[in-house]
């Protein structure tokens, strides 16, 4: 699934191709028709990443609301002429590019309460500059379930998946299964700083890296300690992968499960 560092990567390619243009806007596969019409050689004024959610505002007083899900992309053409695919939800034409947007869970337009609705559902993206880490500390500290879980719940933290929530536990050798209420508020603190240096580091290489002494060209499957590890890479104890709501939870035997 894209972690909030590959909305962020789209949402900051589309600004800089797109924004201030008036764009030739359809829906290919039809789904999105009658808003892409509404939308259609409208100036997008910008585009925005709020954890996994990415928002394309138009001067119309319109804002497209994506949502990548599982499998969803965005797919960018250097020729503004070139033909989109025939499922793309969404086809955005500027002066200098075009892109397809294929398989998402969501695209809808939303008017400005709409936006200010769907942002209230969410807590602190640590790559948003005037994010409230202390609020995101608080949320996930009254979390009533596990710390495992809380980081995945976007009402606590924003942008955060399954590949970041099993590293950024791992590295200060935090068990996922612990009460969320019971892991300190230093801890969640230096848990958000860390994400905020590792996310950042997604988005400037496009891919999740989080051992500290690999190069930014590692390839991704060595440059995790635990996430689809066999043996972990910092100790060499063997990795245990479980089903936590549906999505694979995956933590160090020795140094996080006291195994
Ligand atoms: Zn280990």
Known sequence: MPEGHSLHRYADALRA???????????????FA??????DGARLRGSEAYGKNLLLEFATGGTVHVHLGLRGLFLRYDDRAAIPRKGARLHLVGERAAYDLIAPITCALLDPDGVRRLLGTLGPDPLRAE???????RRLRAHPRSVGAALLDQSALAGVGNVYRAEVLYRPRIDPRTPAREVPAAAYAAVWEDLRVLMARGVRVGSILTVDELPDDAPPEQARYVYKQQACRGCGAPVRTWSLDGRDCYA????????
């Open 17 to 31: 191709d797109l924004a201030g243009e008036q764009l030739a806007v359809s829906s290919p596969q039809g789904r």
């Open 34 to 39: 009658a808003e892409a019409a509404q939308l």
């Open 252 to 259: 160090c035997e020795r140094e996080q499960l006291g195994g």
């Open 131 to 137: 994010a409230d880490g202390d609020e995101a500390v």
